[in-house]
T-cell receptor, first 115, second 109 residues
Framework: SAVISQKPSRDICQRGTSLTIQCQVD?????MFWYRQQPGQSLTLIAT?????????ESGFVIDKFPISRPNLTFSTLTVSNMSPEDSSIYLC????????????FGSGTRLTVV | GQNIDQPTEMTATEGAIVQINCTYQ??????LFWYQQHAGEAPTFLSY????GLEEKGRFSSFLSRSKGYSYLLLKELQMKDSASYLC??????????FGKGTTLSVSS
């Protein structure tokens, strides 16, 4: 299955600033996704990153707050904009490829703390 | 809509067997996944069921009944290192995995 390199692994940011998280996959994948995992919670889907077009956002998530790019089939970024302490979470990217047995792999996550 | 339910917490002792249940209601279904997640780490794939029945893989087994919208993960010969969160996730064809809230399993000696 594909291997995802996600960075940064963690960051502490000031409120009102923005952070961009990057995910690089070692092979071309069909789809990429971004999830948020708040403390003690499960994974919540933020959006599907579409190659060459605007991302598809889930209910409760908007492009102005979480702009996403996917310029090619191996790379995607998620920006957390105008951060507040409520944005403190782990953010994970995921990739899906039809050729892998079970399809989905995850990056190692970015632990974000907003102060 | 989508709804995936699993117990919040479970406890067990070393060497025991534990069954973690998951029920789901989704508008489409293309498979059910179980992941293990230790604190501070990314989820790790455990099993995938798309057809009814039992899939066995070492100490871990997973069962699926599509007609009942039901799955379980069975962990045998529990070890301390099995203390983790177990996430049930459903795949709708060609889309992202949708996760349940997770079950935190605590294994004691």
């Amino acid at each position: 299955s594909a291997v995802i390199s996600q960075k940064p692994s963690r960051d502490i940011c000031q409120r009102g600033t923005s952070l961009t998280i990057q995910c690089q996959v070692d092979s071309q994948v069909t789809m990429m996704f971004w999830y948020r995992q708040q403390p003690g919670q499960s994974l919540t889907l933020i959006a599907t990153a579409n190659q060459g077009s605007e991302a598809t956002y889930e209910s409760g998530f908007v492009i102005d707050k979480f702009p996403i790019s996917r310029p090619n089939l191996t790379f995607s970024t998620l920006t957390v904009s105008n951060m507040s302490p409520e944005d403190s979470s782990i953010y994970l990217c995921s990739a899906y490829t039809e050729t892998a047995y079970y399809g989905y792999t995850f990056g190692s996550g970015t632990r974000l703390t907003v102060v | 809509g989508q709804n995936i339910d699993q117990p919040t917490e479970m406890t067990a002792t070393e060497g025991a067997i534990v069954q973690i249940n998951c029920t789901y209601q989704t508008s489409g279904f293309n498979g059910l996944f179980w992941y293990q997640q230790h604190a501070g780490e990314a989820p790790t794939f455990l099993s995938y069921n798309v057809l009814d029945g039992l899939e066995e893989k070492g100490r871990f087994s997973s069962f699926l009944s599509r007609s009942k919208g039901y799955s379980y993960l069975l962990l045998k010969e529990l070890q301390m290192k099995d203390s983790a969160s177990y996430l049930c996730a459903v795949n709708q064809a060609g889309t992202a995995l949708i996760f349940g809230k997770g079950t935190t399993l605590s294994v004691s000696s």
